[in-house]
């Protein structure tokens, strides 16, 4: 059985085709328009081929490896998700999701995979998206499943929602479920970070462990037009303090032996998560290195769709371009 292929746009660090790649798939190409991405995707992913373009700016036409793949992924800049949503409206990331369907006819993969905010895929805020959707693509032949993951189903230990939309074409369509996440626990903050919190002979990693009993709230990557990074909006940080933690800030490095935690003494005696950490709690591997200062960094994590997430729609896709349905119609 041939290797499923993929696009993958918009890429980021690597956590949706870090996932397709785990379901089986082989990326035929990824594009970013961020240095630093592209960066972190060829330092961990050498064989990658990878390119530094704006997908508002790509023409496929130029890179024919794109054509002629079984999967376009996206998961591209968050939409707003709600009308009252404080921030500078560009519209950039409406073109984005506009021009990724766009694409769908100059490259015709068999499924397309587009993840965002989980307004997404119920919201009136965006039934014109879906109905442009439904308008560019039903007559080219492709079936339409709008629906909401939940990431800790899968085994990040986060409270984070994804708005999905699964268009796979006709002689599939009947075969794709959506992905179901096993019933179990879900994993906390203390359990994914215990051990990388005692790294560097913190006494009190196993006491904090215990406090952090429950996933963590939705990380959130930041905008560039923004400050340094944190954690997220104010009921997030609250959130975070309920752990002990910190969440006004990213941290450089894990306690050492003598740090005082005592968060009843306020910020100071809270921990401060790493980058590092921040990437585990999305699902990464330990060994994926991204490229920058800490910042920098910690934006490219925070805007990551979980690797686990992926993995788990990439199985959903997978199943369905290899059904039964999927031979019948390549015979």
Aim: proline share 7%; net charge neutral.
């Amino acid at each position: 059985m041939r290797n499923l292929t993929f696009v993958d746009v918009c890429s980021g660090a690597g956590g949706l085709a870090l996932g397709l790649e785990q379901a089986g798939f082989e990326p035929r190409l990824l594009l970013d328009d961020d240095d630093l991405a592209v960066t972190t995707l060829r330092t961990n992913r050498p064989h990658w081929n990878v390119l530094r373009t704006d997908l508002l700016e790509f023409d496929p036409a130029e890179h024919p490896v794109s054509h002629d793949v079984d999967l376009l992924a996206a998961g591209l800049p968050r939409v707003r998700s709600s009308a009252t949503t404080r921030r500078v409206d560009t519209g950039i990331e409406e073109r984005l999701l506009e021009a990724t369907v766009y694409l769908v006819h100059a490259i015709r993969p068999r499924a397309v995979l587009i993840e965002n905010v989980p307004e997404l895929a119920h919201s009136d805020l965006h039934r014109g998206f879906r109905d442009f959707v439904h308008a560019e693509l039903d007559h080219l032949g492709y079936e339409f499943s709008w629906f909401v993951v939940k990431a800790v189903d899968f085994g990040v230990p986060q409270s984070r929602r994804h708005g999905v939309l699964v268009a796979v074409g006709r002689e599939w369509s009947a075969a794709f479920r959506q992905p179901a996440g096993p019933t179990r626990e879900p994993m906390t903050v203390g359990a994914a970070l215990g051990s990388s919190m005692a790294a560097r002979g913190w006494p009190d990693a196993a006491r904090w462990a215990a406090q952090a009993d429950r996933p963590a709230p939705t990380l959130v990557g930041g905008s560039k037009n923004r400050g340094g990074a944190d954690l997220g909006p104010t009921r997030a940080k609250q959130k975070w303090a309920t752990m002990g933690v910190n969440a006004h800030t990213v941290g450089d490095t894990v306690p050492g032996p003598d740090f005082v935690w005592d968060p009843a003494l306020g910020r100071d005696n809270m921990v401060k998560l790493t980058v590092e950490q921040a990437a585990l709690l999305q699902g990464f591997p330990a060994t994926w290195q991204v490229s920058g200062r800490k910042t920098a960094r910690y934006r490219q994590v925070g805007h990551a769709t979980p690797p686990p997430v992926g993995k788990a729609l990439g199985q959903a896709v997978a199943e369905a371009l290899e059904s039964d349905s999927a031979i019948f119609a390549a015979g």
